[in-house]
């Protein structure tokens, strides 16, 4: 209730008669409810839980704050809220597309729609005890993972393959799913930052990012480790050593109070220093939760705050087309005096002999 409690002091706030959730995120965060339909209704009094037949009983055991409310083609949520005497309604507007909109609007026109500006997300961005906790095992999956897949990678077996034992043993270990599509990218296929799996065969003296993660009790984990299959050469341990001296950097400084700017600047320097500035082109880092990439943001442009509770990701990455790429990725919790790594593996440069 005390997500709810926050939300109804926003409304109090902002003159907001009710809020409606339906975002999938947003709606399990505020009703626990894990199903694929429904709208989680807030007012000032009451908790209402919108969702249709095949629904009902999930919610009925999930949804326990909120009273469960059928709807149907014949009687449309946006019916009941006429019945409601709603002047006006947060929506979520980071995620309400324009023809739901649209369709709301017309069927609501005595209701005045309130964007919500992102203020579930930055509810969401701060974890509590028990969503770190569950974040923690998700972390200690994927790193088991790791540890597992070394034994299985060798020259001559696909990218493909990889990713499907990652898969595999991360829902033996109690993943119901993955936190997005496994990065396998070997070779030159290493500086495309987001080089899903591929049907390429790893060939001896690649280098081998894998950036994956699982879903555990609906949160996410986000890992990345990059090896080299065989000897490494002496350009690889330089691009390698480069970036992680500037994740351990950024993660030696990380601490509550500055921004998300400050950080990506502390690993960003350290690479641009080494005259690889134009090949790390993307954000050191982003929120994980519920979503593998939430607030708060860490990059550039970033000027939110960082705050206990949050957790974010410390992952610089340097990508040379035509020769490779390495990132090097950890999972942190931002805690009161400093931080917390989640993510076990060894980042030192692992050069499998075969």
Not at 137 to 143: E, F, G, L, R, V
Not at 163 to 179: N, P, Q
Not at 220 to 225: F, Y
């Amino acid at each position: 209730m005390d997500r709810i409690n926050k939300l109804r002091e926003y409304m109090k706030n902002t003159d907001l008669d009710a809020v409606l959730i339906y975002k999938p995120e947003n709606r399990r965060y505020v009703s626990k409810f894990t199903g694929t339909t429904g709208y989680a209704l807030i007012t000032q009094d009451k908790n209402l839980f919108f969702t249709d037949f095949r629904y009902i009983q999930q919610a009925t055991n999930q949804c326990k704050d909120f009273e469960i409310v059928e709807i149907s083609r014949e009687k449309p949520v946006t019916e009941f809220l006429n019945d409601m005497n709603i002047k006006s309604l947060g929506f979520e507007d980071d995620y309400m597309d324009f023809a739901t909109y649209s369709r709301f609007s017309k069927e609501l026109e005595n209701i005045k729609f309130v964007p919500l500006k992102g203020y579930i997300l930055a509810l969401r961005a701060i974890k509590d005890e028990k969503e770190i906790d569950i974040i923690r095992k998700a972390a200690s999956i994927a790193d088991e993972a790791f540890s597992h897949i070394l034994t299985v990678i060798k020259p001559g077996i696909s990218e493909m393959e990889v990713a499907l034992e990652l898969e595999y043993f991360m829902k033996k270990k109690g993943a119901t799913g993955l936190s997005f599509d496994s990065i396998v990218a070997s070779g030159k296929r290493s500086s495309l930052p987001h080089g899903v799996a591929s049907d390429k065969i790893i060939e001896k003296g690649d280098f081998l990012t894998l950036d994956f993660g699982c879903v555990y009790n609906g949160y996410c984990s986000d890992m990345t480790r990059t090896i080299v299959v065989g000897k490494a050469s002496d350009k690889q341990k330089e691009v390698y050593n480069t970036v992680l001296n500037a994740q351990m950097r950024a993660l030696e400084n990380i601490k509550p109070g500055m921004t998300g700017y400050e950080l990506d600047k502390i690993a960003r320097d350290v690479i641009t220093e080494a005259g690889y500035g134009e090949y790390f082109g993307h954000g050191l880092g982003h929120g994980v939760g519920l979503q593998v990439h939430e607030m708060p943001n860490v990059n550039p442009n970033a000027q939110n705050t960082l705050l206990p509770g949050m957790i974010i990701t410390d992952e610089p990455g340097i990508y040379i087309p035509d020769f490779g790429g390495v990132r090097i990725e950890d999972l942190i919790v931002i805690t009161i005096n400093g931080y917390e790594v989640l993510s076990s593996s060894t980042k030192e440069l692992i050069e499998l002999s075969y």
